[in-house]
């Protein structure tokens, strides 16, 4: 008699927990592999900006893990956002332009991350401007996404007294998603009136994708308080 497989799915509080670990988890371990080979400087890189991110992952071993641990990444947030759209539906909020605005931004900002670390590393003006269109889909599309995740928590709770997120844990969404948008903000004038603007600017890289990553691991202990299930 055959025994029939069994199937385990990842919960979503697990989807949203990989979301911030795996890119924190690759950048930095390609740091250090690109940092002991000697191809890029050894720092801090948070407060020195001796470094970007892309740097980690153009050359060696940095190169391959960096694409093995992002690429995988980008398809677990196109799942994250469409399990935020599916937690909101659950809690009664209406699927209409909003919904489908964060699933749609968070869903392109993903692809843009694929788009930005398939051609890291590669050589070429027309890789260099598909890089960099990808890394500014990716990071802006994604904070209009949380941006839009808090505010709809916030109004669902203003609507109906239904706290879906835990008040500290809104509270600290809203934090993280407002300072990103200031650190955004913050780099255009650091990109066009500061003479050695590539410390600063590698600076608020690390500090901003350190701050989005914190941003998936509140939805993770969200979701896991809440028992939330798909």
Request: charged residues 10%; hydrophobic residues 50%; proline residues 5%.
């Given at each position: 008699?055959?025994?029939?497989?069994?199937?385990?799915?990842?919960?979503?509080?697990?989807?949203?927990?990989?979301?911030?670990?795996?890119?924190?988890?690759?950048?930095?371990?390609?740091?250090?592999?690109?940092?002991?080979?000697?191809?890029?400087?050894?720092?801090?890189?948070?407060?020195?900006?001796?470094?970007?991110?892309?740097?980690?992952?153009?050359?060696?071993?940095?190169?391959?893990?960096?694409?093995?641990?992002?690429?995988?990444?980008?398809?677990?947030?196109?799942?994250?956002?469409?399990?935020?759209?599916?937690?909101?539906?659950?809690?009664?909020?209406?699927?209409?332009?909003?919904?489908?605005?964060?699933?749609?931004?968070?869903?392109a900002?993903?692809?843009?991350?694929?788009?930005?670390?398939?051609?890291?590393?590669?050589?070429?003006?027309?890789?260099?401007?598909?890089?960099?269109?990808?890394?500014?889909?990716s990071?802006?599309?994604?904070?209009?996404?949380?941006?839009?995740?808090?505010?709809?928590?916030?109004?669902?709770?203003?609507?109906?007294?239904?706290?879906?997120?835990?008040?500290?844990?809104?509270?600290?969404?809203?934090?993280?998603?407002?300072?990103?948008?200031?650190?955004?903000?913050?780099?255009?004038?650091?990109?066009?009136?500061?003479?050695?603007?590539?410390?600063?600017?590698?600076?608020?890289?690390?500090?901003?994708?350190l701050?989005?990553?914190?941003?998936?691991l509140?939805?993770?202990?969200?979701?896991?308080?809440?028992?939330?299930r798909?």
């Open positions: 008699m055959a025994i029939p497989a069994h199937r385990s799915t990842p919960t979503p509080a697990t989807i949203a927990l990989l979301c911030g670990l795996v890119p924190l988890l690759t950048v930095h371990v390609c740091y250090v592999l690109s940092a002991s080979a000697g191809v890029i400087p050894t720092c801090i890189p948070y407060l020195d900006g001796c470094t970007s991110i892309s740097a980690t992952g153009r050359h060696g071993w940095g190169y391959v893990l960096f694409k093995a641990g992002m690429l995988p990444s980008a398809l677990l947030l196109i799942a994250y956002w469409r399990l935020c759209r599916d937690w909101l539906l659950a809690a009664g909020d209406a699927d209409g332009p909003a919904l489908r605005g964060l699933l749609w931004l968070g869903t900002g993903a692809l843009g991350m694929i788009l930005y670390t398939v051609f890291l590393g590669h050589q070429g003006d027309i890789y260099n401007l598909l890089r960099r269109f990808g890394v500014t889909l990071l802006g599309l994604t904070v209009v996404a949380q941006l839009l995740l808090v505010w709809r928590l916030a109004r669902l709770r203003a609507n109906t007294g239904h706290a879906l997120c835990p008040p500290g844990i809104l509270r600290a969404k809203t934090w993280l998603v407002t300072t990103l948008l200031l650190l955004g903000l913050g780099s255009i004038p650091v990109s066009n009136f500061i003479a050695d603007k590539d410390p600063v600017e590698n600076a608020i890289e690390w500090v901003f994708c701050l989005m990553s914190g941003f998936y509140l939805t993770a202990v969200a979701w896991r308080r809440a028992g939330f798909r």
